[in-house]
């Protein structure tokens, strides 16, 4: 009985396998994710992993109908398991808007599916660290996001000289278009033609650019230029001003591919350019309308990061903590006329916090010991009768010290 | 565009409507029954959402089906998403449990679904705590997992006048069954009909208990004298042992509607019967052989503890706490010309593990004050410039004390 290719499981370190994934790693991750967003004012959301098919079609077209986890369900609905998260938020924030002071900043850690072939950095399932803010068109927000970005990123011990975030504008590549006289239905195929240009041929992209009316050539050189427009110069300039420049740079060939992007957008790459792009986001001005079927219009923005290709990077960087069982008191029974005893002092410990283990059927004494140090516990506690009266001995397990004491003496210890 | 039937969105607090669920609420949960777990030497593991649909009805058979999510992937693959997490973690042990000594302590928190008639307390999906212990046979690992059950519930505020713990044992109604004559290939029947007994008319159970040649009376007879086993009287035993004894009572009723449960059984239920199970688990020490062929055998004991029935509880009890934004510092910026500096301590701010707000986009001041107290916000900071000379003015929006403060004297108090 095997798993479904592309699928992971997360096990408790160490890992058994190379074939599996650490869920020390995952939850380490994760709180990296929402301590950063806690200290950038974003409050945490979720909504269904499954929703109606028609909430993904109606953004992305048909097309993405091909790469879903979708069926029908018995009560004869069109679902898909949820490929990315902004279609449920669009969908959530158009339920209740009202209720929420603009602009209103969210995050959610959602596992998201994709039907699609498996490669370095791509598997059929990933979670995704996801944040918007909604209602706020001002450029200042797209800093404040962007911020969020390389902080998160930096939370979790990668550097300036680890990535770069590349920033773009559709605003800026929307003016080039309509410059060189391209018409309105070929934007989206030019955008795609400028998505594809990193990884495609001179041959094929000039062929492309010219099936829209424009030039490689051109295309090229609007690139090389670089020059930010006022937009994306006040985003520079704020996080400038925040001590954050040496984490952006401006690169248009930045575009990204999906339909609905409107003014800035940006990708996070490690500065070795090894990986494919660790976050990716922009302005999508239009969509909360569009989902909302024209009952709410506000502008938006919002990023993903994946886990997989973060965490291959920080595998390869060396960025990853050691995690350990984190047990503080291993309870050795080696007279079994105290385990109740020892089980009121377990208890005790417990209930003060402390991470607690032992031998719950009778063990040799020395199988104990050894168990105490295979989980790395800080100490041992053992107790000891001695003409009726009961003694508690804890040792640290590094110093080999051994403090010996009564039954009030270790009542003082846990409560201190 | 409306969320499938059965499925919760998760919004930040205060909730804009009764319909759906409170994502702060989630997040306390979630981290009660982690930080227990941990107090109780648990380590945490996930599996995949999606699993292939055999690996459900081997265990269940194939009636489950019924209630599955389940469909055909674009590979042609028969999967379901996963209504329980037993399976999954008997297929992740089996695979890799010689890496692992015994008993493995493990713990994980899916969302699980099931496609049912939704009723109170019991939706479509639902998040669940899951521990089990792998590897052990001694009635001691049994005292440890209900502990572990006591001390969850009582992370979340609950204590022994709010819920019990009914304890019961498969291996009783074995016995009895065999005492009686029952064959043992209706003993699954039997079972079933003792599951019900509780939701069922005396007629209807008189029916189904003699249809496997047992009588309704025999049957109450053993349930009132209620005499534990020698292996619950030790669980028992070893739980007051710990100070737990009065969260726990023998009650034979109990005997869980699985197929597999094999030694101790046992339900969580809210003192005055108001609500659905709040936990419920037992020993399957056949079940590990089962999913893995063959190839493995261990005994292990395990629960679940939904999120839907048990935030009800808490709901109706009074024991939720309130959730606020949470906002260390709300910085004010009523002079553009100080936007820069602003920025600068805001990232300073942040930098030191402080949760800060601010507009991003030109706001008037009484508007940013406003959002401040919204936010209720524990400070607000706002800087003031007098011939080039940046004062830091922090005010406690609680106290009205305001402090003023240097460049260096604000460098320093980040630090204390």
Redesign the interface.
């Known amino acids: 009985?095997?798993?479904?290719?592309g699928?992971?499981?997360?096990?408790?370190e160490?890992l058994?396998?190379k074939d599996?994934w650490s869920?020390?790693a995952?939850?380490w991750l994760f709180n990296r994710w929402r301590e950063t967003a806690?200290?950038?004012?974003f409050?945490?959301?979720?909504?269904?992993?499954?929703?109606?098919l028609?909430?993904f079609t109606?953004k992305s077209g048909g097309e993405i109908v091909?790469q879903l986890?979708n069926?029908?369900?018995?009560?004869d609905?069109d679902?898909a398991?949820r490929p990315e998260m902004t279609p449920t938020l669009a969908?959530?924030i158009?339920?209740?808007e009202?209720?929420?002071?603009k602009?209103v900043k969210?995050f959610a850690v959602p596992?998201l599916?994709r039907?699609e072939k498996q490669q370095k950095g791509r598997l059929r399932?990933h979670f995704q660290f996801n944040a918007d803010i909604i209602g706020?068109s001002?450029a200042?927000?797209d800093?404040?996001l962007i911020?969020l970005v390389i902080?998160t990123l930096r939370a979790t011990g990668l550097t300036e000289e680890d990535f770069v975030i590349r920033l773009s504008s559709r605003n800026a590549w929307q003016e080039f278009f309509e410059k060189h006289d391209g018409k309105p239905d070929q934007a989206y195929e030019f955008y795609q033609a400028v998505d594809k240009l990193e990884r495609s041929s001179p041959e094929e992209s000039a062929k492309k650019f010219a099936a829209v009316g424009m030039s490689l050539d051109a295309v090229n050189a609007f690139i090389e230029t670089g020059e930010p427009t006022g937009e994306l110069q006040s985003v520079l300039?704020?996080l400038i001003?925040?001590?954050?420049g040496a984490f952006v740079k401006i690169d248009y060939q930045i575009i990204r591919g999906l339909a609905y992007y409107t003014g800035t957008v940006f990708e996070a790459f490690d500065r070795k350019g090894e990986f494919r792009a660790i976050a990716g986001g922009g302005r999508y001005d239009n969509l909360v309308k569009l989902?909302?079927?024209g009952k709410v219009d506000l502008p938006a923005i919002g990023f993903g990061m994946g886990d997989v290709v973060l965490m291959e990077l920080l595998q390869s960087r060396g960025k990853l903590p050691e995690f350990k069982?984190?047990?503080d008191v291993y309870v050795l029974i080696e007279d079994e006329s105290l385990?109740?005893?020892s089980?009121?002092a377990?208890?005790q410990l417990?209930?003060a916090?402390?991470?607690?283990?032992f031998s719950?059927?009778?063990t040799k004494g020395d199988k104990q010991f050894k168990?105490a140090q295979?989980?790395q516990a800080t100490a041992t506690l053992r107790l000891e009768s001695k003409a009726g009266v009961i003694t508690f001995r804890l040792k640290n397990l590094e110093s080999r010290e051994e403090v010996v004491m009564s039954v009030e003496a270790f009542s003082n210890w846990l409560r201190g």
Chains 1, 2 share one sequence.
């Open positions: 009985m095997q798993r479904l290719p699928f992971r499981d997360f096990y408790p160490p058994p396998h599996v869920a020390d995952r939850n806690r200290r950038y004012g409050r945490e959301y979720d909504g269904p992993p499954l929703e109606p028609e909430l109606l091909g986890y069926f029908k369900d018995k009560g609905r679902v398991m969908r959530m158009a339920a209740h009202r209720q929420y002071k602009p969210w596992q599916f039907y399932e706020e001002n200042g927000i800093a404040e911020a902080d300039d704020q001003a925040r001590g954050l989902i909302s079927g069982p984190g047990i385990r109740a005893e089980l009121k377990i208890q417990r209930e916090g402390r991470a607690v283990e719950a059927a009778p168990r295979e989980l």
